[in-house]
């Protein structure tokens, strides 16, 4: 026989979740902080490989392709 009553598990297992505006606000920030560095690193690297036709073909790809990617 257990020592538990079941009103102290049921309180145990349905503890109220709570949500912080800040908590919110911070994630939300943090995906676009993240989302312009990508697309800034993206850029860069377009950049690099319209600059420098040897990598692009290193990696397989032309400048033609490059181009597409920027659309």
Do not use: K, N, W
């Not at 538990?4 to 503890?15: K, N, T």
């Not at 697309?39 to 033609?64: F, K």
Request: aromatic letters at 10%; charged letters at 35%.
């Amino acid at each position: 026989m257990s020592c538990y009553s079941h009103r102290e598990r049921d309180a145990a297992f349905a503890a109220p979740r709570t949500f912080s505006l800040r908590a919110v606000l911070s994630r939300i920030a943090d995906h676009l902080r993240r989302a312009r560095d990508r697309r800034r690193q993206r850029q860069e690297l377009i950049d690099y490989l319209r600059s420098d036709h040897r990598a692009a073909r290193d990696l397989g790809i032309t400048v033609y392709d490059v181009d597409y990617f920027c659309r």
